[in-house]
């Protein structure tokens, strides 16, 4: 049975830095994308950042030019390095990895990210 571990969240001020990481456990033959997501209180979730099996990213808005998300196919563990962190940013950060075949999705618990200004 897969599961997703999540760690790295936590309080910083604005202006500061985080690294997420997302590590699986069990076997997956191929993690075909990664994706981190975050949901605010009150609001939708959002998705934050892409990386696709041949390291192809893609970014919300919001985050372009402050996150980098990088994967270790290896560990089957994907990052977030969240900088110039913003009060805007505060929320729970989820995991998702995404096979192809079969098709299936797979979800962390989710970690806190609080930033204070």
């Known amino acids: 049975q897969v599961q997703l571990v999540e760690s790295g969240g936590g309080l910083v001020q604005a202006g500061g830095s985080l690294r997420l990481s997302c590590a699986a456990s069990?076997?997956?033959?191929?993690?075909?994308?990664m994706n981190w997501y975050r949901q605010a209180p009150g609001k939708q979730r959002e998705l934050v950042a892409t990386?696709?099996?041949?390291?192809?990213?893609n970014y919300a808005d919001s985050v372009k030019g402050r996150f980098t998300i990088s994967r270790d196919n290896g560990k089957n563990t994907v990052y977030l390095q969240m900088n110039s962190l913003k009060p805007e940013d505060t929320a729970v950060y989820s995991c998702?990895?995404?096979?192809?075949?079969?098709?299936?999705?797979?979800w962390g618990q989710g970690t806190q990210v609080t930033v204070s200004s």
């Open positions: 998702n990895f995404q096979t192809f075949l079969p098709p299936t999705n797979y």
């Open positions: 990386i696709f099996n041949g390291g192809n990213t």
């Open positions: 069990g076997y997956i033959f191929r993690l075909d994308i």
